[in-house]
């Protein structure tokens, strides 16, 4: 199993990035594929979660409006798209798979089966 994450990146505020998340090894439709990040000195927390065997998407109260997370199920690839990023979204942002079905209570908890090694997102001021 693999998941790699790339599209990180230096940006200033109020710019886009986006980051990809290549899946290997695993069934990907059946799987929820979450996006997770973490800054320096804090907890890791959930941001955007898709789960392919229903489409159903989700997403943290602080992202609402400027991120989406969307599948590519001929390539086994999520994609999250950021926009109008401010500074407190500077973080490794982490892709994680897990196969049970989450739901808008469950998404951004603990455990996930899968993890990518992250890639570092810096939005500047």
């Known amino acids: 199993v693999q998941l790699v994450e790339s599209g990180g990146g230096l940006v200033q505020v109020g710019g886009s990035l986006r980051l990809s998340c290549a899946a290997s090894?695993?069934?990907?439709?059946?799987?929820?594929i979450t996006w997770f990040r973490q800054a320096p000195g804090k907890e890791r927390e959930g941001v955007a979660c898709i789960v392919n065997s229903d489409g159903n998407t989700y997403y943290a109260d602080s992202v609402k409006g400027r991120f989406t997370i969307s599948s590519d199920y001929a390539n086994d690839t999520v994609t999250l798209q950021m926009n109008n990023l401010k500074p407190e979204d500077t973080a490794i942002y982490y892709c994680a798979a897990d196969p049970s079905k989450r739901t808008t209570s469950s998404w951004y908890l603990f455990p996930y089966d899968y993890w990518g090694e992250g890639t570092q997102v810096t939005v500047s001021s």
């Open positions: 090894g695993f069934t990907f439709d059946t799987y929820a």
